[in-house]
Antibody, heavy 130, light 107 residues
Framework: QITLKESGPTLVKPTQTLTLTCSFS??????????VGWIRQPPGKALEWLAL???????RYSPSLRSRLTITKDSSKNQVVLTMTNMDPVDTATYFC??????????????????????WGQGILVSVSS | DIQMTQSPSSLSASVGDSIVITCRAS??????LNWYQQKPGKAPKFLMF???SLQDGVPSRFSGSGSGTDFTLTITSLQPEDFATYYC?????????FGQGTKVEMK
């Protein structure tokens, strides 16, 4: 059974640094093709992709937030940590972590790999206010 | 970044109806398109990848189509549990951007 759960502060002050931990079970972040991503959702708004770390420690970030984000993993502890610096009230949102997996579809002339987020944590609502 | 645009933003339907949600990418993403369903206060649920491949356990009344820049999610014979918000997401290149969502409401 695959589970993920986000933990961290639910209230931070403007300019502070947010540190969120995603603790997961039921899969290994050392398995080829697997990753863990962070996605956030401001109240009443759409999902926003933030960052992704792959099994081989490759890291990808949202360009608009890249300067503020750091994603790291501890595969032995089954944890992924996201830090976001210089928090602002507009960063108030529910933050989700999710497992990225991939599937290869075979056809007569190609093998194509597709990524997706198949398991999600429950999310943690982080408010930014003084 | 690849921009994803969904239409409509919301729609009203009745149980038993068929509905179609459209998702358009700002550039070609081949078939690297995922669909998610989200209910209020819950995490998104993964429905479909590669534009038309259903995740295990997703009912067959859900179907997807498209490639390149234009995609659709179709739900036939809408059930009470299908009233939710649906998001498309491209996984062609990072950042793996989402659409703005389509809320399916009960008429």
């Amino acid at each position: 059974q695959i589970t993920l759960k986000e933990s961290g502060p639910t209230l931070v002050k403007p300019t502070q640094t947010l540190t969120l931990t995603c603790s997961f079970s039921g899969f290994s972040l050392s398995t080829s093709g697997v990753g863990v991503g962070w996605i956030r959702q401001p109240p009443g708004k759409a999902l926003e992709w933030l960052a992704l770390i792959y099994w081989d420690d490759d890291k990808r970030y949202s360009p608009s937030l890249r300067s503020r984000l750091t994603i790291t993993k501890d595969s032995s502890k089954n944890q992924v940590v996201l830090t976001m610096t210089n928090m602002d009230p507009v960063d108030t949102a529910t933050y989700f972590c999710a497992r990225k997996d991939q599937r290869v579809l075979y056809s007569y002339d190609s093998n194509d790999s597709y990524d997706f987020f198949d398991y999600w944590g429950q999310g943690i609502l982080v408010s930014v206010s003084s | 970044d690849i921009q994803m645009t969904q239409s409509p933003s919301s729609l009203s339907a009745s149980v038993g109806d068929s509905i179609v949600i459209t998702c358009r990418a700002s550039q070609s993403i081949d078939s690297s398109l995922n669909w998610y369903q989200q209910k209020p206060g819950k995490a998104p649920k993964f429905l479909m990848f590669a534009a038309s491949s259903l995740q295990d356990g997703v009912p067959s009344r859900f179907s997807g189509s498209g490639s390149g820049t234009d995609f659709t999610l179709t739900i036939t014979s809408l059930q009470p549990e299908d009233f939710a918000t649906y998001y498309c997401q491209q996984s062609y290149s990072t950042p793996y951007t989402f659409g703005q969502g389509t809320k399916v409401e009960m008429k």
